[in-house]
């Protein structure tokens, strides 16, 4: 933040000043305080940006935090309409996280400048952070300057020290307002599907949370043309957040690809990809793959690598069936999967020699012994019978 | 712990219907409802289809400590019934200090069992163990399956 002032709880922020012969004389006119509020603005977007961005956690900044951003035009220095604006921090230290708000402003006047020199097509030094502003954010900035003359001018920069202010001439802000206005055209709406799992849903008002693959968290408003996605979305929902299955949400995004997906609207689709089931039995198969040599004593050995893969492309058909499968290594390295019906025990046993053993319990309990067979094993699991 | 090796001593055959002897189950082979599976009552031919307890006399907790401190995993301590053993077609057997087996060894033993009548027992042993209910539950139980 700039250089203090004699207030402890304010600070003096950025140096601003407008150049030109309507500002020559004693303070400055009233119709150009407007290009204070609109610094005032621009500074805010640019921070508000910073924030989100390294608060991915967020999807909007907390409240207060517009009114604590206490910018004080106090007075204007003689000889030029260089406006001194004093940063109130008390505002700021008061709020839960008011330090990485404090933070985020401290920085967003150099972050400014970087924009707007990007904006005016005036080279910056490589390795230069710049933030990146939406089309509607780039708006704010392209509005700087906007009620100066042709021979006015607008300088800006983090203190009055700073050897290269940013200078925004007529010539600057013709080129800063092309170059917005071109991504100002909105970006084509386009439909991708991203794979999650839902949580907090609102079913009346038609949309929920998505939790993506990578984490991120997705706002999904439904389709009104789909009434019955609710119900889907209903039945997917992870009340706990984890244990849910993963589906794949179709719906219209506006912002251009590798770019961060907030909102998901218009959704018209949401498919099953992998339920809760497989998730278990895979998270369970991993963790019995990693079982070394002598696991339950000095005879036993690892699962056998042809099992586990068997298990591996059965998961996706048994984890559909809706039965609660136990998933295990024998210390002879065969897999073992049980489950059990109506009080029998049921087990498909895959050995190393590539042979199954399949066994229906209870007293008069079956069995049979065969090479492994995919086919043969998930049709004992619906049915239950050997035969 | 170590047992000394008597080459000349023989198991002996337990009596006791009524004595619970003491299992220890793999935290691989407890379900997600908490209940093993029953793999975990099953012997085979790494134990030579002998399956591998403690006797009663030995607390639960205790005869999971020497298991882990043996260096293998429980999720805790389980009870076989010598009666349900035998009436599945196995020997319960007192062979402590024998070929190598720690002090208070039992083992169930399904030599003479073909595969099916040794999942049945398993199966039978695991039901009553479960109605019996866990003698000890080992801290961090993975209960996933």
Redesign the interface.
Same mark, same amino acid.
């Given at each position: 933040m700039s250089e203090g002032a004699g207030d402890d709880d304010a600070v003096v922020f950025a140096y601003l000043k407008l150049e030109g012969p309507r500002f020559q004389g004693r303070g400055m006119p009233v119709n150009s305080v407007a290009e204070v509020a609109q610094f005032r603005e621009a500074v805010f977007t640019v921070a508000r940006r910073m924030y989100l961005d390294e608060n991915p956690d967020r999807q909007r900044l907390p409240g207060n935090f517009d009114e604590a951003f206490d910018l004080r035009l106090i007075e204007v220095e003689a000889g030029s309409a260089v406006p001194k604006l004093l940063l109130n921090l008390t505002k700021i230290r008061d709020l839960p996280d008011g330090p990485s708000w404090e933070n985020a402003l401290s920085r967003a006047v150099p972050a400014l400048a970087v924009i707007v020199l990007g904006l005016t097509g005036t080279s910056v030094e490589p390795g230069t952070n710049t933030v990146a502003l939406s089309p509607k954010e780039l708006t704010v900035v392209a509005k700087l300057g906007s009620t100066l003359g042709t021979a006015e001018s607008m300088v800006f920069a983090d203190t009055a020290q700073n050897p290269n202010p940013t200078v925004l001439d007529v010539a600057a802000r013709i080129v800063m307002r092309e170059a917005v206005r071109v991504p100002l055209a909105p970006p084509a709406d386009r439909a991708i599907t991203v794979t999650g799992v839902i949580e907090e849903l609102d079913g009346a008002a038609g949309h929920f949370r998505l939790r993506a693959e990578d984490s991120s968290l997705i706002q999904v408003r439904l389709s009104p043309d789909r009434p019955g996605l609710a119900e889907v979305a209903k039945r997917h929902l992870a009340p706990d957040g984890v244990t849910a299955p993963d589906v794949a949400v179709t719906g219209i995004v506006d912002v251009p690809d590798g770019e961060r997906v907030r909102l998901l609207r218009d959704v018209t689709q949401i498919e099953l990809v992998r339920t809760m089931w497989e998730k *278990?039995l895979v998270?369970?198969l991993t $963790?019995?793959s990693e079982?070394e040599p002598g +696991? +339950?004593?000095p005879?036993?050995?690892p699962p056998d690598a042809t099992a586990l893969l068997h298990v591996q492309e059965l998961i996706p058909v048994l984890g559909r069936l809706d039965i609660?499968?136990?998933?295990?290594? $024998?210390? @002879?390295g065969s897999i *073992?999967i049980?489950w059990s019906r109506d009080g029998t $025990?049921f *087990?498909a046993e895959i050995e190393p020699d590539d042979q199954m /053993?399949l /066994?229906r319990?209870g007293?008069n /309990? @079956?069995?049979r012994?065969s090479p492994f067979d995919a086919t043969t094993l998930v049709a004992f699991a619906e049915s239950g019978r050997l035969r | 712990m170590t047992a000394a090796h008597d080459s000349d001593a023989e198991p002996t055959q337990l009596t006791d219907e009524a004595e619970v002897l003491r299992r220890q189950v793999?935290p691989?082979?407890v379900?997600?409802?908490g209940t093993p599976?029953?793999?975990a009552f099953r012997p085979?031919?790494?134990?030579e289809n002998q399956m591998?307890t403690l006797r009663e006399r030995v607390p639960a907790n205790e005869a999971h400590r020497r298991h882990v401190e043996a260096g293998? !995993?429980s999720a805790g301590t389980w009870g076989v019934l010598v009666g349900s053993a035998h009436a599945g077609g196995a020997v319960a057997l007192d062979d402590a200090g024998i070929d190598g087996n720690p002090p208070d060894h039992a083992s169930i033993d399904c030599r003479s069992m073909g595969?099916?009548a040794k !999942?049945?027992l398993g !199966?039978a042993l695991r039901d009553e163990a479960v109605t019996r209910g866990c003698l000890f539950v080992a801290p961090r139980v993975?209960t996933?399956?």
């Open positions: *278990v998270d369970k $963790t019995i079982l +696991w +339950w004593g005879e036993s050995v609660a499968f136990a998933i295990a290594s $024998t210390p @002879e *073992v049980e $025990t *087990v /053993y /066994y319990g007293d /309990y @079956e069995d012994e | 793999h691989s082979w379900k997600a409802d599976m029953s793999t085979g031919r790494a134990d591998s293998l !995993e595969k099916g !999942e049945r !199966e993975d996933t399956s």
